[in-house]
């Protein structure tokens, strides 16, 4: 990894900050962690846990300037897995699974004006558009590629104006741990629904196992890291009442698929850091589970094959309680 140029995001231009849900000056350092995935950077970040809230939340971490830096071209098309661009068809027949996740969440609702917070490219828009739905789109990186031409607005939410008439629903897949101030955005959707519209939004659970010990978490990109109790008292301040939560790995992953192999290397020889770098890196798929400090491994790979059908049934248990990486709610604005 190298880092970027002083000015640039580089090492002497993270900052220090409070918990970014409610603010509390109190909190405890929990681990340091680095851009494994991208390595966009060699800078070393802080996790922390706010005393207040529960909630936890990178710092140091980059300036909010800088935040665009840490997104290259492969961010948008990493969870393809392609290593590059897909046509439209491959990229719906890719996301099917979690573009059917998703929908289920509306499902009971009558179809009305949807806005999709961090549309990427239109996928969610494109199916809820399928179902009935009058769609539109925000998404916060201008570089995102737009192949349909769908109705998507590029910038700064919290800077646009919307329609008074408001929204039946808002949602927000794995977008408010990227946020540098996710209260202003809840904030801001609660002000846009209509008395019982729903805000739905998937985000990663800090008091997980993978959100906790395996360090899931897309470091330096996730910047806040949420738990149950944080989501309530956000959306309570706001007037939303949360009303469903569930925990499940079908609209983004963030299995414990690893943790055997990561626990193997931790046991005969490897630091964190360096079991860390090989399991979050996106360029070799094989370097992790298959492989001993860059060398093809047979054991490794056995232990891989073993390290899935071991963790599948914890995950599930981990899931119905309600403990799973992926924390998926449902909060609305009451009825007058």
């Excluded at 350092?29 to 680095?34: G, T």
């Excluded at 846990?49 to 909630?55: A, E, L, V």
């Excluded at 039946?168 to 904030?187: G, N, R």
């Excluded at 891989?304 to 604005?333: K, W």
Aim: proline share 6%; net charge neutral.
């Amino acid at each position: 990894m190298q880092p970027l140029p002083q000015g640039q995001g580089g090492t002497d231009n993270l900052v220090d900050v409070v918990c970014p849900l409610c603010g509390s000056e109190i909190s405890r350092h929990l681990y340091s962690v680095r851009d494994n995935a991208f390595q966009v950077t060699d800078a070393t970040f802080g996790v922390r846990r706010c005393s207040r809230c529960g909630c936890g939340f990178l710092s140091p971490r980059p300036r909010e300037d800088d935040m665009q830096l840490y997104y290259p071209k492969a961010y948008y098309w990493s969870y393809e897995g392609s290593g590059g661009e897909l046509s439209w068809e491959e990229l719906i027949a890719k996301r099917r699974g979690q573009l059917a996740a998703k929908a289920r969440w509306l499902e009971d609702m009558k179809p009305g004006r949807l806005l999709d917070i961090g549309a990427m490219k239109g996928e969610f828009l494109w199916t809820s558009r399928q179902a009935g739905w009058d769609v539109e789109g925000v998404e916060l990186k201008n570089s995102v590629p737009n192949p349909l031409s769908l109705p998507i607005r590029y910038g700064d939410f919290l800077a646009m104006d919307f329609d008074p008439s408001g929204y039946d629903c808002v949602t927000m897949w794995a977008v408010l741990e990227h946020i540098y101030a996710p209260a202003k955005f809840v904030e801001r959707v609660a002000s846009l629904l209509r008395p019982g519209g729903r805000f739905i939004a998937t985000v990663t659970n800090f008091n997980s196992v993978q959100g906790g010990l395996f360090r899931q978490d897309d470091y330096p990109r996730h910047l806040t890291l949420f738990t149950k109790k944080s989501i309530r008292h956000l959306c309570a301040r706001y007037g939303l009442v949360v009303a469903r939560m569930e925990t499940d790995q079908t609209i983004f992953g963030g299995a414990l698929n690893g943790g055997l192999v990561f626990t193997t290397k931790r046991l005969f020889g490897y630091t964190a850091s360096e079991a860390f770098a090989e399991w979050k890196q996106t360029t070799d798929p094989e370097l992790f589970c298959c492989s001993w400090r860059g060398h093809p491994s047979p054991s490794m790979r056995t232990i891989s094959r073993a390290d899935r059908v071991i963790t599948l049934p914890i995950e599930t248990l981990f899931d119905r309680l309600g403990l799973g990486f992926n924390l998926t709610f449902s909060a609305a604005r009451p009825l007058p």
